[in-house]
């Protein structure tokens, strides 16, 4: 049983797209990330919800909107997307309770060509 | 914010030697140090983690120990087998809604 997963694994899309990556966890954390991993492989931190309240916003263009629609789900929509967002993109979460490390999902590879 | 620098970038080792990556912080109130393992094409994994009150921690062949004066950190690996070749991050973090501060991560290679 996947503890976060998020969908879709890989992305391949053209530039001026828009497109969504969606993830979900099971563990009951109140907390949830998303993180992108670029090519170097540096894991950068986008964007943070707690209990479906927008906490963390890093300096991200505009073009990415984070939705929590509960708090076991944090989707990912990005605008127009150019060349310089294909990255791995991981979505987390965390429980401000157990103060331990993130549960990381799978990944989603986007490639923009 | 935090800056968390880590060395070294990659790291090869024989099999059966020992392995050290080592990370150090800025914000004396970090309070949480995470270490996270990253095999090829998956997720981070955490593999072991220490809070600041305490100086150090083990798990079988991994340890980590924490100098909170100097602010630094390291990952220690004991008796390294070929399936311990990963990526390892070291990250750090502070607060209730942790927001974890990664290290540029070590590419470790343990050779047969």
């Known amino acids: 049983d996947t503890a976060v997963s998020q969908t879709p694994k890989y992305l391949v899309t053209q530039m001026g797209n828009d497109k969504s990556i969606k993830c979900e966890q099971n563990?009951?954390?109140?907390?949830m990330y998303w993180y992108k991993q670029d090519s170097k492989k540096f894991l950068k931190i986008m964007f943070s919800y707690n209990n479906k309240e927008l906490i963390i916003n890093e300096t991200v263009p505009n073009r990415f909107s984070p939705k929590s629609p509960d708090k076991a789900h944090l989707n990912l929509h990005i605008n127009s997307l150019e060349l310089g967002d294909s990255a791995v993109y991981f979505c987390?979460?965390?429980?401000?309770?157990?103060?331990?490390?993130?549960?990381f999902g799978s990944g989603t590879r986007l490639t923009v060509v | 914010g935090e800056n968390v620098e880590q060395h070294p970038s990659t790291l090869s080792v024989q099999e059966g030697d020992s392995a050290v990556i080592k990370c150090t912080y800025s914000d004396s109130a970090s309070n949480y140090f995470p270490w996270y393992k990253q095999e090829l094409g998956k997720r981070p994994q955490l593999i072991i983690d220490i809070r600041s009150n305490v100086g150090e921690k083990k798990d079988q062949r991994i340890a980590v120990t924490l100098n909170k004066t100097a602010k630094h950190f390291s990952l220690h690996i004991t008796e390294t087998q070929p399936e311990d070749s990963a990526v390892y991050f070291c990250?750090?973090?502070?607060?209730?809604?942790?927001?974890?501060?990664f290290g540029s991560g070590t590419k470790l290679n343990v050779k047969p």
């Open positions: 987390a979460s965390y429980s401000s309770n157990l103060v331990r490390g993130y549960t």
């Open positions: 563990l009951g954390h109140d907390t």
């Open positions: 990250a750090a973090s502070m607060g209730n809604f942790n927001k974890f501060y």
